[in-house]
């Protein structure tokens, strides 16, 4: 049942344990100081399927999002669902969700004919993002990036075999370089994540894999 896992979330947020419940990352390798919070232009949220927020892993980019200030939701958490649906009821036109469905529109294209003035970002697996793809109401409009690449943002090596995971973040940051926007915020994106992966980096790396474990069997063998 999803609830027991949108539940193991709420748990954790109340006891973190070892983690920082911000960033996700193990408390000594917190990331949350590095990364700006950005006054997004348009209102940004960011839907996670409810499996991605019961994990919790150190390595879900999305999370990042939230860290610059967009807005979090569950889609599996029944007040989270019914919050965002009436979220975009009010501006159905003005909102874009970022995902590749066939009648998905060029981010670039989109923002010249009217700049959106909110993104929903999914995240999840790919079936996870399908199925919240089709929860959400089909008049929203789609749109899609074509400059994001794993490479760009550097210190992804370690994400290898996740590829969905790059893409999020990734995604995001070619997102709000393809919308035009403030230049100022695609730095701040670039830079958090540029933060976001060098900390996820030193928690796995050979010196941080110790930490952790060591902190891990203090804390009663805590899931990373
Ligand atoms: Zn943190």
């Known amino acids: 049942m999803p609830h027991n896992l949108t539940f193991r979330y709420c748990d954790f947020l109340a006891h973190p344990g070892v983690k920082c419940p911000r960033c996700w990352r193990v408390a000594n390798h ?3 100081p590095m990364v700006p919070t950005v006054k997004f232009r348009p209102h940004v949220i960011v839907l996670f399927h409810y ?9 879900n980019t999305a999370v990042l999002l939230h860290l610059l200030g967009a807005d979090l ?3 599996g958490l029944p007040e989270h669902e019914a919050r965002l649906q009436a979220l975009l009821r009010e501006d159905v036109s003005g909102t874009a969700v970022l ?3 066939p009648d998905a529109v060029p981010a670039a294209a989109l923002a010249e004919a009217e700049a959106p003035r909110r993104i929903v970002v999914l995240d999840g697996g790919w079936a996870q993002c399908k199925k919240m793809n089709q929860w ?19 210190a992804t090596r370690r994400y290898r075999g996740q ?9 995001f940051a070619a997102l709000w370089r393809e919308l035009g926007e403030d230049p100022r915020h695609v730095q ?3 830079q958090g994540l540029s933060a976001f992966m060098s900390s996820f980096e030193s928690q796995m790396g050979p010196v941080g ?11 009663g063998g805590e899931r990373m």
């Open 136 to 154: 959400l109401d089909p008049a929203l409009p789609r749109c899609v990036v074509e400059t994001a690449t794993r490479e760009e943002f550097g």
């Open 188 to 190: 701040a994106v670039a």
């Open 209 to 219: 894999r110790l930490t952790v474990l060591e902190q891990r069997s203090a804390a």
């Open 51 to 59: 499996e991605e927020l019961g994990q919790h892993s150190a390595s």
């Open 30 to 32: 917190c990331c949350c």
């Open 163 to 171: 590829a969905h995971r790059v893409q999020t973040a990734s995604a």
């Open 99 to 101: 995902f590749p469905s």
């Open 73 to 75: 939701f569950c889609c």
